[in-house]
């Protein structure tokens, strides 16, 4: 499968489905572990949600909500302690790249390969002929702009530019859903705002199911179709609000009476979870 497959949809539903399919399926999920001093914590109590194939939905509530754990599961990386979440309708075992592309925090890419090989690392450990993850890594650093960096090493590149690099390295199996935790917290404000917009382009000409994790309020806002608030610990869904802001999005609308309603009004939601 090579990315114009995946431009073209690639396991997303189609824009304007009558029947939309649901990427992500939570059902009464719940995780529990042992803390340093032998107590048992209930990070998240019975957490169910849907997530809508081709929507860009962010998870966001304060810390220690359970939201980055919710977002591990999600991606098979951690098995809840009671119940099930299932990608594009089979239960999510352990690690799926073909089906959840997971972006983190720090780009955590290998001082001693180029941008290009990083991005290639993963289809090396599961044996994909030289060719074609070469191509594969080609058109993911395509993708995300970097074509031109693709023998750069990542002291060479700045912070958004790795980002991006590690956003290409979970494109690059062509995932149906892919799951970012907090990717872009590390960056300054003005490099924040420029990958919020450069994530949107990709998401855009991909149609991949995207669950964001953040903190920010504004990219919250900014980047979504729907934010699931989560309560305080132990982490439960506290509401799920619509973004009815237009698409495109631009920066001009950060500065509207609208914005800074839906900014207040998940500000509320956290504070009274």
């Known amino acids: 499968m090579n990315m114009r497959n995946l431009e073209s949809g690639g396991g997303a539903a189609p824009l304007g489905a009558k029947a939309a399919a649901t990427a992500i399926d939570v059902q009464e999920v719940s995780l529990t572990y042992t ?16 997530i809508e194939a081709g929507k860009f939905v962010v998870l966001i509530g304060p810390s220690g909500c359970g939201k980055s754990s919710l977002l591990m599961m999600m991606a098979g990386l951690r098995q809840p302690t009671q119940g099930v979440i299932r990608c594009m309708g089979t239960p999510i075992a352990g690690p799926d790249p073909d ?3 997971v972006v983190f925090q720090e780009a ?34 395509e993708l995300v702009g970097l074509a031109k960096f693709a ?16 956003i290409a390295r ?33 998401w855009q000409r991909t149609g991949q199911t995207l669950v964001f994790v953040t ?19 132990p982490g439960r869904i506290a509401e799920r609000l619509q973004i009815p802001l237009a698409r495109p999005r631009t ?23």
């Open 35 to 50: 803390s340093g001093s032998g107590q048992q914590v209930v990070a998240l109590d019975r957490v169910s949600c849907s």
């Open 99 to 101: 089906r959840v592309g």
């Open 108 to 141: 955590n890419l290998y001082p001693w390969l180029t941008a290009q090989k990083n991005v290639e690392f993963p289809l090396m450990l599961r044996k994909t002929p030289q060719a074609e993850r070469s191509q594969l890594a080609r058109e993911a650093l």
């Open 151 to 166: 023998n750069s090493y990542p002291h060479e590149l700045s912070g958004g530019m790795k980002q991006r690099v590690s």
């Open 170 to 202: 979970g494109l690059v199996h062509h995932p149906s859903v892919l799951l970012m935790d907090e990717p872009f917290a590390a960056l300054d404000e003005q490099t924040r705002l420029t990958m919020g917009d450069e994530l949107l382009r990709i």
């Open 215 to 233: 903190h920010s309020l504004t990219e919250a806002v900014y980047l979504a179709d729907e934010i699931i608030v989560m309560s305080a610990r």
């Open 251 to 273: 920066m001009e609308m950060m500065s509207t009476e609208q914005f800074g309603q839906l900014r207040g009004r998940i500000w509320k939601l956290i504070q009274n979870a």
